[in-house]
């Protein structure tokens, strides 16, 4: 089955940054697409940034220019690195895999982020 482990949130003042962490218990390389969704409190979950097979990369408008998605093969983890942090950016932010275009979504357990002064 596979797991995902994500790591790097906490609380941060606005303007600031973090760095999420997601290593997955499989390899990374060929699968289709790496992501990041977040849910704030009485939102439904949405998509933040995706990383594909290729390395072509997506942003959600609200984060182009501030967020930036990568990845380390070797380590089989996918970063999500947030500056400029806005109040707004306060969520619970989820690692997802799918391993095929149509296949299965795997979910990471979530990571809270915490943008307040």
């Known amino acids: 089955q596979v797991q995902l482990v994500e790591s790097g949130g906490g609380l941060v003042q606005p303007g600031g940054s973090l760095r999420l962490s997601c290593t997955t218990s499989?390899?990374?390389?060929?699968?289709?697409?790496m992501g990041w969704y977040r849910q704030a409190p009485g939102k439904q979950r949405e998509p933040v940034a995706f990383?594909?097979?290729?390395?072509?990369?997506n942003y959600a408008d609200s984060v182009k220019g501030r967020f930036t998605i990568s990845r380390d093969n070797a380590k089989n983890t996918v970063y999500l690195q947030m500056n400029s942090l806005k109040p707004e950016d306060t969520a619970v932010y989820y690692c997802?895999?799918?391993?095929?275009?149509?296949?299965?979504?795997?979910w990471g357990q979530g990571t809270q982020v915490t943008v307040s002064s």
């Open positions: 997802n895999e799918r391993s095929a275009a149509r296949g299965n979504d795997y």
């Open positions: 499989e390899s990374i390389v060929n699968l289709y697409r």
């Open positions: 990383i594909f097979r290729g390395g072509i990369t």
